[in-house]
T-cell receptor, first 115, second 115 residues
Framework: AQSVAQPEDQVNVAEGNPLTVKCTYSVSGNPYLFWYVQYPNRGLQFLLKYITGDNLVKGSYGFEAEFNKSQTSFHLKKPSALVSDSALYFCAVRAKTGGGNKLTFGTGTQLKVEL | DSGVTQTPKHLITATGQRVTLRCSPRSGDLSVYWYQQSLDQGLQFLIQYYNGEERAKGNILERFSAQQFPDLHSELNLSSLELGDSALYFC??????????????FGPGTRLLVL
């Protein structure tokens, strides 16, 4: 069965510093990986995805993620954090189920960016 | 704005009651997914419909059912409600099956409170 682990419940970083939100996955077959962000009282917003190709994926709002097959990781990164990046971040892996698809999500990591 | 709409935004009801949550996918999207987000279970996949047909089923209770109509909007019906059904219910849509490589875009959610 597919699974995703986000080992940190919360990550604190100072504005202007680089940030990393960690994600590891377990799948059979090719991994299709996604990052979403959830602001308070809002839905999930898509940030980026890895399907195939370049291991460094660039997404919205200056975020990027690095796919590492040997470490089964897909960490989310940003070179310079903003206070407005403070939100709940979810890593997800696509799983085929029956004749369709679903996303299996991690438990989420709360990012807090402070001045 | 993802283009996925959900109504109502908030719903307060009593145990034993039945409610219907509605979702309109992005224009042209054929797949609709339902997810439940709760504090203890996290984000859980419930069910997927593609062009009116059920395609995948997740951790959906027998008390819950869904359908997708010819105009592609979807409804999630929750009956015999229990306190534990209180959660945020998200709808997502994507263009088609495409092996699940397509991005799922999420609506703002319906917050259900069962008293």
């Amino acid at each position: 069965a597919q699974s995703v682990a986000q080992p940190e419940d919360q990550v604190n970083v100072a504005e202007g510093n680089p940030l990393t939100v960690k994600c590891t996955y377990s799948v059979s077959g090719n991994p299709y990986l996604f990052w979403y962000v959830q602001y308070p009282n809002r839905g999930l917003q898509f940030l980026l995805k890895y399907i195939t190709g370049d291991n460094l994926v660039k997404g919205s709002y200056g975020f990027e993620a690095e796919f590492n097959k040997s470490q089964t990781s897909f960490h989310l990164k940003k070179p310079s954090a903003l206070v407005s990046d403070s939100a709940l971040y979810f890593c997800a892996v696509r799983a085929k189920t029956g004749g369709g698809n679903k996303l299996t999500f991690g438990t989420g990591t709360q990012l807090k960016v402070e001045l | 704005d993802s283009g996925v709409t959900q109504t109502p935004k908030h719903l307060i009801t009593a145990t034993g009651q039945r409610v219907t949550l509605r979702c309109s996918p992005r224009s042209g999207d054929l797949s609709v997914y339902w997810y439940q987000q709760s504090l203890d279970q996290g984000l859980q996949f419930l069910i997927q419909y593609y062009n009116g047909e059920e395609r995948a089923k997740g951790n959906i209770l027998e008390r819950f059912s869904a359908q997708q109509f010819p105009d592609l909007h979807s409804e999630l019906n929750l009956s015999s409600l229990e306190l534990g059904d209180s959660a945020l219910y998200f709808c997502a849509s994507s263009g088609g099956l495409a092996g699940g490589l397509e991005t799922q875009y999420f609506g703002p959610g319906t917050r259900l409170l069962v008293l």
